[in-house]
């Protein structure tokens, strides 16, 4: 038996497409009413699948640190380095120098920067300037603080043809008045600059010199707070590095082996014809399967000097790293791949973006669109280390 239906008339069939279409009208005005998606990328690079290797998944081929002798790490967090992203970018887009090469790109300027604006220091020394660009952002951290520069080179030598950088607050010893960073007599140094509290004090390293000859002068010294600009992937780069040193068996991401037929051997393999740092099997292994360092060289002084060290003198160099360190930390890339089009680093070796792939809306609101591509393409992974004298 059916029952009979319930009659809408023609005003009531109105009413219920009047109510819909308004319902419909409010959800698609309102903002309330929506979850708003960034546009998309308009510069969008499809992500090939991990077989081609082209795909960012970062740190698939292991991310080596050093360990620190209680376990700290720093006090800061994303949240803090976003809020410095979006304070930094327009201060980096006044740099007074445009074209940087073979000096800091984005990422690490604006590592440097954040760092010396967190620790706050008295005095900063940096050792390795070139044209100035790293001098000009340390001076945006720190408007008042004294700087001591040591370059071979004097930045006001480049000024006669290009745009530079030299500071008004800084003493250099550049030029003729060039000191290497191991034979400054720090304690006068020091003194003349009324500085007793060397925690005070920030040493940045963009100098291409050993980073553990580097490690053993500044300890010597009692400096406490270190930057090394280039802390190079083990197989890549002029100088035996911190990333180098604790890439070992023992920790987490570290070690390779030099087997051909395996899957380290083939992923690098692929990922070399994308990302112009990777290194292959081939180039990542030396005589004897020497993987360390690179292809088992300590490098020192933009490879002007290398040398061969054994895998247990490489151990013992990381056993000594640890034994210092308080606290070790790596600038992230400031943005996924995606969203920054930057092609050197292999994101396999490196840890997750600042800003990740796909958060365009937010690499759009920080300004990051508004730089040139090109500014993201020197990612070494900056490394922050704090040290102290090994426990007796
Ligand atoms: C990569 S550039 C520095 C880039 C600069 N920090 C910047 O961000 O623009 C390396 C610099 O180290 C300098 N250098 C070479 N040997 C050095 C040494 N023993 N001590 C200090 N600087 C050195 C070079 O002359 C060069 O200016």
Known sequence: ???????????GQFLILSIALLFLFLFIQSPNYVCKYPPPDPFY???????????????SLGVPWCRSKHGLTVKWTTKDLLRGLEEFVPIYETRPIKNNMYGMGFDHSFGLWFIARWLK???????????GHSTWVLRQAMPEAAIISLSPRHPEKYLRKEPAYVDGNCTYFAGKD??????????????????TDLSRVLVFFDDHQNELKRLKQALKAGFTHLVFEDNYDTGTGDHYSFRQMCDQFYIKGGGHSCFRDSDEARTREKRRKFWEKAVDIEELCGPGDAWWGVRGDMRDNFNHSNKAIS?????????????????????????????????????????????EDGRYGLFQKLGLTRLETSVFNGYTQMVYLQISRPDS
């Open 178 to 195: 060039f000191v290497d960073f191991g034979s400054v007599d720090w304690n006068n140094i020091l003194n003349k600059h009324g500085v």
């Open 1 to 11: 038996m059916s029952r009979p239906k319930p009659k809408i008339g023609t005003l």
């Open 311 to 355: 895998l247990s003198k490489h151990f013992e160099n990381s056993r000594f790293v640890e034994s210092v360190l308080d606290v070790y930390w790596e600038l992230p890339p400031v943005a996924g791949t995606s969203l920054t089009h930057q092609t050197r680093y292999d994101p396999a070796r490196a840890t997750v973006p600042i800003v």
């Open 121 to 131: 220091p008295d005095l900063m020394i940096e050792s390795g300037a070139f044209k």
């Open 45 to 59: 690079r499809p992500q090939f699948s991990a077989v081609e290797g082209l795909d960012s998944d970062y740190g």
